[in-house]
């Protein structure tokens, strides 16, 4: 009875984090119906009698929203398949090969995990800026397409892979690539999976480093395109509302397809090893 009531008032707590976190969404999606001045009143009215469904069209039209949430696309899953490809090969020669200095190179590695991206954002732009990268896809890009922590995560869950599959398939003559496309991957997959989450949606959320590497507006990604909204003496909120409802489907869309993997990833040893 007691181990009921436990589960029961974990339940209840559970459940009200759950709707204190919703409480953000759900007024920013109660914004985005109503009319401009209806957004000041006091006291504030949780649903509007005039809906403003055209809202949904003014955005696309205010600003070039499309290609932006277009490049945001672009840019997240190319940094997320070149994560997973990179991420998943360094963590592969730091789990399974043996080789001199290989800890030493991985403490390296995690020495990059304590150096804040503040600190390399003005080298990183220098360099992309002299490389001709500025307004570029692969300015937005390649700077990101490889992690520390992407390594680290993957590298501890590959530990926690028995070592004798690996050591069966060398004795049936399988190299290194066979061993890592056809053994480690898929047993991977739940690390791999939480990595994708991480990152895409870190780059969804980006906005510093695509707001100083781009000028032009068809090349800006959504961040800084719902940017442009906000201005020094006036913002349209409910505009700025919609364009943020409509930037957030993608991410909920990759966790709903992504969240088995995720959870799995989480639990499973993705953060353990030996």
Known sequence: MDKTLGDWAVFVLLLAGALLMCGPFAWMISTSFKPGPEVFLYPPTPFTAEPQYENYVRIFSAIPFGRAIANSLIVSASVTILQLIICSLAAYAFACLRFRGREI?????????????????????????????????????????????????????????????????????????????????????????????????????NFLWPLITTTKPEMQVATVALSTLQGQYNTDWPLLMTGSVIAIIPVLLVFAFGNRQFIAGLTSGAFGGR
């Open 105 to 205: 190179l991985f403490l390296i590695y995690l020495s990059a995990l304590m150096v804040p991206s503040q600190v390399t954002l003005i080298p990183n732009f220098i360099l992309v800026r002299t490389l001709g990268w500025i307004d570029t896809y692969q300015g937005l890009i390649l700077p990101f397409a490889f992690s520390s922590f992407g390594t680290f995560l993957l590298r501890q869950y590959l530990k926690s892979i028995p070592q004798e599959l690996m050591e069966a398939a060398r004795m049936d003559g399988a190299n290194h690539f066979q061993i890592y496309s056809t053994i480690v991957l898929p047993l991977a997959k739940p690390a791999l999976g939480a990595l994708a989450i991480f990152t895409f949606v870190a780059q969804w959320n």
